[in-house]
């Protein structure tokens, strides 16, 4: 093995390397652009190209590797002798010679995450390097056929504890075993991450995100590959993290993007419950399908000298049988049935029936069809059924009742709310298919109702899911309280379930106190166990709120890392004027400022060095799931968390 002055001329090997890759990438670009061929090669030639050149760019000053195997002579099958360097990317200086550095998401790295002392799947020798910046500082080795271990997992250790500033970061350097074993899961299969606060769980849904792009492209470069986050901020946190693995062709948005409706109105609570209930399902089915009437008259046809006729009872067959996947698919298979039935007629008279003729036909036929199948629209068939949600029947008076418009309205002048557009989606789900992602990767699966559950499983129907979350951390009025039944409104209801119940992010300290308010949620998960023995927490009760969170925040700045002011949505304001008179730089939530001032609502999801908790008896009675707020706000401290209260805490604390 290398000593460090050698490790050191291997990466600025590997980094010369890597910036020849990049340039003979965009080369090739131009190169392709002159190159022959059919008009379909030339454009999938010159996106690949594009493409390629592209993601290389994106590599920037990253580490060109974070770890090295080295196997032995016995146990190693073809790997025997060999010495693998693994990085973020695969490099290589020259065609025909072994790589440099092996992707880390190729099969033989597994062996990296996955080997130990006990196991060393024919390693001798693991490598781990320590880095600041781009420039190369330590290693660490493992020896795992001696089963001396020296110091490792010291780096490890000081990774994870790491500063954090700015967007989120990859973890391919730290990725523990019970970690890589999901991260590889295949493609076909669907899981759910119940994931204890901090341990890693976002960061495995995005790093399985970049491994099945890399170990199954073809299949996945034509429907591409979905994450669905939280809110805005949480996207912007992770946005970095695909990116810094070489994947940027991925979807990254959520429910309410996905759904695209404009959003010009809100629900009061009642309404959104039931608009959000699975029973809408049926509601919206019936509300449908209840449009299409029998028949009550024969279908008639001029045709220049002859007419065409389908008796009444031939075309109220045709209706009940018409099989189909959408309703707008099931009225062309009537119009195509009954333009059929008038082509046998018609060429049973010697009619050359060509197209021209079975298109007049269909126009012909369409009125009589408009009558007993009607053609609709998403949004006329909502504003109607919202205008009298009686006519649906299914759902009580009073819910009918709270769902209501007050006044009667047409398409064009309602003003949707968030859980309407939900419901039209619904709609335009039973009008015709929504277009399918090969693979979608859900964040904060808890907090999803069984109709957005819906829209998602719509769009995976016919492939897998990844569902990350916590059941602790529903904070939804339609929180999942069970994965058995969220995953059954996702499509998936025998997806697997995996535990992770060690934190990496969060210190023992805050672990342990966030811990206390498990007994008092209404779920069952493993309590979080830290890998950390680090952190410090202070629980501090003060006369004026505003002049202790000013103090606060100053003493963080002294130390390094980021800092997270949070507190219930309505006493920001005035936090925010305190800081700004304090003549503190703040940011919003999704913002890069190194002091974020955080409403709780927007808190999941995110992490800072040192979070400052402002009133937790607030945050509690701010909403129905105050505790399980409070539970999420204190869990987003990476290195230090301050308390600061006027009020009694929250007796579990």
């Known amino acids: 093995m290398r000593d460090l002055d050698e490790e050191r001329g291997y990466a600025g090997r590997c980094r010369e390397a890597l910036r020849r890759m990049v340039a003979g990438a965009r080369e090739n670009v131009v190169v392709g652009e002159d190159t022959w061929g059919d008009r379909y090669t030339a454009e999938r030639l010159g996106y690949y190209l594009k493409t390629l050149a592209r993601d290389m760019g994106e590599e920037g000053d990253n580490p060109p590797f974070f770890g090295v195997i080295a196997y032995g002579d ?57 880095w600041s910046g781009n420039t190369l500082t330590s290693f660490e080795d493992e020896h795992l056929r001696t089963g001396t271990p020296s110091s490792a997992g010291e780096l490890v250790r000081r990774e994870i504890e790491r500063a954090r500033v700015g967007p989120m970061r990859d973890i391919v350097a730290t990725i523990q075993p019970e970690q890589d074993t999901l991260v590889r899961t295949g493609l076909d299969v669907s899981v759910c991450i119940q994931g204890a606060p901090g341990t890693g769980k976002t960061a495995v849904g995005l790093h399985r995100a970049a491994y099945l792009l890399y170990a199954h492209r073809s299949r996945l470069e034509r429907n591409g590959v979905l994450v669905l986050g939280p809110n805005r901020a949480f996207l ?119 197209g021209v003729w079975m298109r007049r036909m269909a126009r012909a036929v369409t009125p009589y069809v408009e009558e007993v199948w009607p053609l609709l629209k998403a949004d006329e068939v909502l504003a109607d059924y919202l205008s009298d949600p009686s006519q649906a029947g299914i759902l009580t008076a009073d819910e009918q009742r709270a769902i209501a418009w007050s006044r009667p309205r047409k398409a064009k002048s309602a003003r949707w709310t968030a859980a309407d557009a939900v419901l039209l989606d619904e709609v335009s789900a039973l009008l015709e298919r929504c277009p399918t992602y090969g693979h979608v990767i859900v ?90 023995s680090d952190g410090e927490l202070t629980i501090t009760r003060v006369d004026d709120l505003a002049f202790a969170c000013v103090d606060s925040v100053q003493g963080a700045l002294r130390e390094e890392g980021s800092i997270g002011v949070i507190a219930a949505d309505h006493q920001l304001p005035g936090v925010s ?36 908790a402002l009133e937790p008896a607030e945050i509690v009675a701010a909403e129905t799931r105050g505790l399980n707020r409070l539970y999420v706000v204190l869990t987003r401290a990476v290195s230090r968390l301050d308390i600061l209260h006027s009020r009694d805490l929250p007796p579990e604390l």
């Open 236 to 354: 912007h946190y992770i946005s970095a993290v695909l990116p810094t693995l070489g994947e940027v062709d991925v979807e990254q948005t959520t429910i309410e993007q996905l759904l695209d409706r404009e959003v010009r109105a809100v629900d009061d609570p009642t309404a959104a419950a039931v608009k959000h209930d699975p029973r809408m399902a049926d509601v919206l089915r019936k509300a449908v399908y209840g449009r299409i009437s029998e028949p009550e008259q024969a279908v008639v046809v001029s045709d220049e000298s002859y007419k065409w006729r389908v008796n009444q009872h031939e075309f109220a067959e045709m209706v009940a049988e018409a099989e189909a996947t959408t309703y707008l698919t099931g009225r062309e298979r009537v119009i195509a049935r009954l333009v059929a039935a008038l082509q046998r007629q018609a060429e049973a008279r010697g009619q050359n029936c060509n």
């Open 74 to 130: 016995t146990e190693a099958g073809e790997h025997r002798g060999q010495t693998y360097y693994l990085g973020r990317r695969h490099i290589s200086d020259a065609i025909g010679r072994p790589p440099l550095v092996i992707d880390w998401r190729a099969p033989v790295s597994a062996t990296f995450y996955q080997a130990s002392a006990v196991e060393p799947r024919g390693i001798d020798t693991r490598r781990r390097f320590g």
């Open 577 to 612: 004027d305190a800081l700004k008179a304090a003549g503190i730089e703040t940011s919003a939530a999704d913002g890069d400022g190194r002091v974020a001032v955080v409403p709780a609502s927007l808190a999941k999801g995110l992490e800072y060095d040192h979070v400052i």
């Open 443 to 532: 964040d904060e699966a808890q907090d999803l109702s069984p109709m957005q559950c819906r829209a998602i499983a719509r769009r995976s129907e016919h492939t897998s899911i990844t569902v990350l979350g916590d059941l602790a951390q529903g904070t939804s009025a339609w929180a999942a309280t069970d994965w058995t039944t969220q995953l059954a409104h996702l499509g998936k209801p025998t997806a697997e379930i995996v535990a992770l119940s060690t934190g990496y992010r969060v210190p023992a300290t805050v672990v342990e106190l966030a811990n206390r308010l498990l007994t008092a949620l209404d779920v069952t998960v493993p309590p979080t166990t830290s890998y950390r």
